[in-house]
């Protein structure tokens, strides 16, 4: 059980990075007010999740205009891809050295 912990990435621990995550693995973008809205955060509570995850590398921001309004969207890279689906399969260890 220590060495399925050890797999885990503590960065994942937060729901929000867990759900921020989630959502950028099914769609190849997400912007600022989708992500707000999927995870029911403020601006400031999920800009700093999302700030915690670009440092990282985990995820890609690109900003741009839609019209004259500012439109920000996210995408999960490579490392963040590699990262998430290894958090995912020590869970998924975890889970089923339980049973």
Known sequence: MKNIIEHLNKLFDSRLRLGI?????????????????????????????IK???????????????????????SVTKSGEKAFKAHLDALEKMIRSTK
Do not use: C, P, W
Request: proline share 0%.
């Open 52 to 74: 915690a995850l670009e440092e990282v590398g985990f995820i890609k921001v690109q900003k741009g205009f839609v019209g004259r309004k500012t439109n920000t969207t996210y």
């Open 21 to 49: 995550m989630s959502a950028l693995m099914v769609n190849e973008e997400v912007n600022f007010n989708e992500l707000k809205e999927l995870m029911q955060a403020t601006d400031g509570n999920l800009a700093s999740h």
